[in-house]
């Protein structure tokens, strides 16, 4: 018949009730290898590229680069870029909410965020990319346009983006999960 597919909430069925009534979760657990340092200092970088990865996003939108005013193909990948970006903070602090004992994540946690952050993390990068490409074009187009320093800062803040979005997801790819 083909490939079984997952359900939507099978990860409902790994949670069993027990004698008191209560529900406790029987699946599968992931725990991140490694030492509490070692733990610990992977955590700060990721911790450290998302918030540099947010916040040179954020700060992006509040300049008056003339792209971001007025062209669709700056504001449109601006606006994905930042969807993207946010979503791999969620997915951090959602990781990081679940896994705050002693890094174990439930499986389904672990398939939503580990397995899934470096993927968003490099279509944010990309997004970065193409909200540059397109100040390029639009200020090759309008070339009356080009506005002081806050031009050359929106590409700074753009290239920070990028290199915080490939450290997170490096930092992502490079982590060891093991089954606890």
Excluded: H
């Amino acid at each position: 018949m083909g490939k079984n597919k997952k359900r939507r909430r099978a990860y409902l069925d790994d949670f069993k009730k027990n004698e008191n009534g209560q529900y406790t979760y029987e699946g599968t657990l992931y725990r991140l290898a490694g030492d509490e340092k070692t733990r610990k200092k992977r955590i700060r970088n990721m911790l450290l590229a998302c918030g540099v990865l947010l916040c040179s996003v954020i700060l992006n939108g509040f300049l008056p680069v003339p792209g971001l005013q007025n062209s669709a193909f700056v504001l449109l990948p601006y606006a994905v870029e930042l969807i993207a970006s946010v979503s791999c903070c969620v997915g951090m602090a959602r990781m990081l909410a679940a896994g705050r004992r002693e890094w174990r994540l439930r499986e389904y946690i672990y398939e939503s965020t580990v397995q899934k952050l470096p993927g968003r993390s490099v279509f944010a990068a990309f997004c970065a990319g193409a909200a540059a490409i397109g100040e390029c074009l639009y200020l090759f187009l309008n070339r009356t346009d080009i506005v002081s320093w806050f031009v050359f800062l929106f590409f700074i803040l753009e290239a920070v983006s990028i290199g915080s979005a490939l450290q997170l997801g490096r930092e992502l790819k490079t982590q060891k999960w093991e089954k606890v």
